[in-house]
């Protein structure tokens, strides 16, 4: 994927397997085909490797060497390799939100993983899931143990690396960061979990279980999705089909119809 002259490739980690049922409130006669044959969706979790001027981003963390019955991760490292990225190549990561199919690579075994990378984290889900150990204690220490390498994030606008700004997107979770990469009059806003799934680009009422306040989470869902509309604009959630960017195609009648772009 490309904006204008800065690059954006998918380093995949694995999958996440989830239920029609985690969206509160949801119909899916119109959306069977994101379904499979069991009536499930398995959706990517990874990462994005953005390449600007000279620096190397990582956005998100994947979820790690994980095998249980919602995730099965452990390939983000080769992955990166297969692009060519090292982990100590990193600079800069930014990660949308402390769910732990977002930060699963930040450290293993109380280390930091990207040993030269300054690691963004949204304010507010630093208080929630490591001051007040929302997650569990065993989440925050595993953030403990890289918080020097930690750079906290509590407003719009701050540019994190040449065409790479943050948007605070919270509902989701608090602190929930989105990054807004700019380059000429094209422009892609990186969602984290904003959105889980297509269906929810038109479905913005539909919560997902995992929102920890699901009415803020629809609010900011809808104004994304109302801002996708506007030309030379796209969208990048983490768990769309092959991580891959989403158009909004508005129609002559009727809400505007998304392509994969
Ligand atoms: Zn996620």
């Given at each position: 994927?490309?904006?204008?002259?800065?690059s954006?490739e998918?380093a995949?980690?694995?999958?996440?397997?989830?239920?029609p049922?985690m969206?509160?409130?949801?119909?899916?006669?119109e959306?069977?085909?994101?379904?499979d044959?069991?009536g499930?969706?398995?959706?990517?979790?990874?990462a994005?490797v953005?390449r600007?001027?000279?620096?190397?981003?990582?956005?998100?963390?994947?979820?790690?060497?994980v095998?249980?019955?919602m995730?099965?991760?452990?390939?983000?490292m080769t992955?990166l390799?297969?692009?060519g990225?090292?982990?100590?190549?990193i600079?800069?990561?930014v990660?949308?939100?402390?769910h732990t199919?977002h930060?699963g690579w930040?450290?293993?075994?109380?280390?930091?993983?990207?040993?030269?990378?300054?690691v963004?984290i949204?304010?507010?889900?630093?208080?929630?899931?490591?001051?007040q150990?929302?997650?569990?204690?065993k989440?925050?220490?595993?953030?403990q143990a890289?918080?020097?390498?930690?750079?906290?994030i509590?407003r719009?606008?701050?540019?994190?690396a040449p065409?790479?700004t943050?948007?605070?997107?919270?509902?989701?979770?608090?602190?929930?960061?989105?990054?807004?990469?700019?380059?000429?009059?094209e422009?892609?806003?990186?969602?984290?979990?904003?959105?889980?799934c297509?269906?929810q680009?038109?479905e913005t009422?539909?919560e997902?279980?995992y929102?920890?306040d699901p009415?803020l989470?629809?609010t900011?869902?809808?104004?994304?999705?109302?801002?996708?509309?506007?030309?030379?604009?796209?969208l990048?959630?983490?768990h769309?089909?092959?991580?891959?960017?989403a158009?909004?195609?508005p129609?002559?009648?009727?809400?505007p119809?998304?392509?994969?772009?």
């Open positions: 994927m490309r904006v204008g002259d800065i954006i998918a995949f980690d694995g999958t996440a397997v989830l239920l049922d969206w509160v409130g949801s119909d899916w006669t959306h069977q085909h994101l379904l044959a069991d499930r969706m398995v959706v990517p979790v990874g994005f953005v600007t001027g000279d620096r190397l981003v990582l956005l998100d963390a994947g979820v790690g060497d095998h249980d019955e995730f099965d991760g452990g390939e983000l992955s390799r297969q692009l990225v090292g982990a100590a190549d600079d800069t990561i990660v949308s939100h402390l199919d930060m930040l450290e293993q075994e109380g280390r930091p993983t990207f040993t030269n990378a300054t963004h949204g304010a507010a889900d630093w208080d929630h899931f490591v001051v150990a929302q997650g569990g204690r989440r925050a220490a595993r953030l890289i918080e020097e390498r930690v750079e906290l509590d719009d606008g701050v540019t994190i065409g790479l943050t948007r605070l997107t919270p509902g989701h979770t608090p602190g929930h960061l989105s990054t807004v990469i700019s380059s000429g009059d422009r892609m806003i990186v969602l984290g979990d904003s959105l889980h297509p269906a680009l038109t009422e539909w997902f279980v929102d920890v009415a989470a629809r900011t869902r809808a104004a994304l999705v109302r801002e996708a509309e506007q030309p030379g604009t796209s990048l959630p983490c769309f089909p092959g991580m891959q960017s158009r909004l195609v129609a002559s009648a009727g809400p119809s998304w392509v994969l772009a």
